[in-house]
């Protein structure tokens, strides 16, 4: 089967720009989840769907994160303003449902300037 | 709230030599438990899991795990690293009152000398 897809694979960007990031999910894995992960420490749940509806959104920061994922398919997250501590990996990652482990997608890498 | 702590960040070890990351884990209630495997340019793959059933479980590439309930650890082993193990591993743990909610560790960096 296909795995997970993202794109853009890297991105760097000045602080204060957006930036947005996209997800194709492995299909028919209802559960969709955004992380990030900083260099050196392990990924963070961000956000998880759970088709198109938020089953957590707890640890975005709504402030300047959004992420959408609309018919249930596809997701984007997108940050704006940027700020330097969002240097990162975003990883993408889906499942079917239930307690079961994650498809991860490569990631973006983020380096904000 | 659950969480999980690696306590080995980096590790070397030659060829051949027998490899254990610690992991320990904290939840008040049964669990499932993880390891994944991001070897250097690619994406996070799983190498085993715990769910039920026998604490030691077998994954790929001849890694091992046991957990331990009353040490809260799944331990990550394999007899005899290759120089293709090197890698950063992660534990993870999903809590089953925790809404499959899936937390990892900080990771543990392998680097196999050949």
């Known amino acids: 089967e296909a795995g997970v897809a993202q794109s853009p694979r890297y991105k760097i960007i000045e602080k204060r720009q957006s930036v947005a990031f996209w997800c194709n999910p492995i299909?028919?894995?209802?559960?969709l989840y955004w992380y990030q992960q900083i260099l050196g420490q392990g990924p963070k749940l961000l956000i998880q769907?759970?088709?198109?509806?938020?089953?957590?959104d707890s640890q975005l920061p709504k402030d300047r994160f959004s992420a959408e994922r609309l018919k249930g398919v596809d997701s984007t997250l997108k940050i704006q303003p940027a700020k330097l501590e969002d240097s990162a990996v975003y990883l993408c990652?889906?499942?079917?449902?239930?307690?079961?482990?994650?498809?991860f997608g490569p990631g973006t890498r983020l380096t904000v300037l | 709230a659950q969480s999980v702590s690696q306590h080995n960040h980096h590790v070397i070890l030659s060829e051949a030599a027998s490899l254990e990351l610690g992991c320990n884990y904290s939840y008040g209630g049964t669990v499932n438990l993880f390891w994944y495997v991001q070897y250097p340019g690619q994406h996070l793959q799983l190498l085993l899991k715990y769910f039920s059933g026998d604490p030691l479980v077998k994954g790929i590439k001849g890694f091992e795990a046991e957990f331990i309930k009353s040490k809260f650890s799944f331990n990550l082993r394999k007899p005899s690293v290759q120089w293709s193990d090197t890698a950063e591993y992660f534990c993870?743990?999903?809590?089953?009152?925790?809404?499959?909610?899936?937390?990892f560790g900080g990771g543990t960096r392998l680097m196999v000398k050949p």
């Open positions: 769907f759970q088709n198109n509806g938020v089953v957590d």
């Open positions: 990652a889906s499942s079917w449902d239930g307690p079961t482990g994650r498809n």
């Open positions: 299909s028919g894995h209802a559960t």
């Open positions: 993870a743990v999903m809590g089953n009152n925790a809404g499959n909610m899936l937390t």
